[in-house]
């Protein structure tokens, strides 16, 4: 009974958190169909997200704003909006600005529309690999912390660029997590300290996560004007606990792996973690580092009004 419990959690895990790497070999048509039920488990639920990681986004999308610079009474895309954290961002920077949020996860959508009455501000279901919008739509198109989830990338740039006026800007943020993302990177060193068959679930190695993949995508999608930049913020907890919990909720990644593991298990990560985080100091607020990688580009052609 207990070989069959863990070869089943292992499994689950397997299946859930495993890489790209791991699905390498099958058809394209099932690689993707697979990476695309991943990413409705791993992001199943807006308030467990929101503890998690939301929070970090809302401090972070006012940043990618000013870096992107859109301009007020702009019509702006927002894909893979989430739990809302960019357009409402959007919409508190601008007075004339209308923005459309689309998200695959339903559940997201209905908890960022509820997070806003704001009448510019819309939020629906939809595929960033085939978005429901006609030719030179939006002004810009942005999309925070949500490229290296994406199935398939690619095909998503191909749909940003073509629902993008000529001369707007297609943007995209996501996290450094081979160094920059300091929760998640104490998170995963920590795991691999205590199994070393962990590494292949590690983060380190998520697509356009480290310096120059998202502007070397933008420049192969044919953009103009493209410029990177990284974006530097502060996460602040109150306490260890405060740290640890939202990886309880089976979110991202990180969060399945844990749900994967045995309590016995889970005490000796939230150990390790403890010593790692405090560093030898007493349990009370303190402040990790969180950076992001930052691109932006222009849609070829004479600018539209």
């Not at 739509?137 to 629902?163: H, Q």
């Not at 190695?205 to 480290?210: E, I, L, N």
Request: glycine content about 8%; hydrophobic content about 40%.
């Amino acid at each position: 009974m207990i070989l069959n419990h863990r070869l089943m959690t292992r499994l689950g895990a397997l299946v859930v958190a495993a890489s790209a790497l791991l699905l390498r070999g099958m058809p394209p048509e099932v690689n993707l169909r697979a990476q695309e039920t991943r990413q409705a488990q791993m992001f199943s639920g807006a308030e467990k997200y929101e503890r998690f990681m939301g929070r970090w986004s809302q401090r972070l999308a006012p940043r990618f704003l000013q870096f992107v610079a859109i301009k007020d009474g702009e019509r702006v895309l927002d894909v893979g909006s989430g739990t809302g954290s960019l357009a409402l961002a959007i919409a508190a920077q601008t007075r004339r600005s209308e923005v459309v949020g689309i998200d695959p996860s339903q559940a997201y959508v209905d908890f960022a529309s509820k997070r806003s009455s704001d009448p510019r501000v819309k939020f629906q279901v939809g595929d960033a690999q085939n978005l429901d919008f006609p030719d030179a739509s939006f002004n810009s198109c942005l999309a925070l912390l949500v490229m290296n989830f994406i199935p398939d990338a690619r095909k998503a740039m191909t749909e940003m660029r073509r629902v993008t006026k000529p001369g707007g800007w297609v943007a995209a943020s996501v996290w450094d997590y081979n160094e920059g993302m300091t929760k998640l990177r104490l998170f995963w060193d920590a795991a691999v300290a205590l199994d070393p068959s962990v590494k292949r679930f590690d983060e380190r190695d998520m697509p356009f996560s480290r310096r120059g993949q998202l502007s070397a995508l933008w420049n192969e999608s044919g953009f103009k004007d493209v410029e990177e930049t990284e974006l530097v913020i502060d996460l602040e907890f109150v306490s260890f606990e405060d740290y640890w919990a939202p990886f309880l909720e089976s979110q991202g990644p990180a969060g399945v792996y844990v749900a994967s593991l045995t309590k016995g298990q889970r005490e000796k990560l939230k150990d390790r973690l403890r010593n790692d985080v405090l560093a030898g100091r007493p349990d009370g607020p303190f402040t990790l580092k969180a950076r992001a990688w930052a691109v932006r580009g222009r849609v070829p052609g004479n600018r539209l009004n």
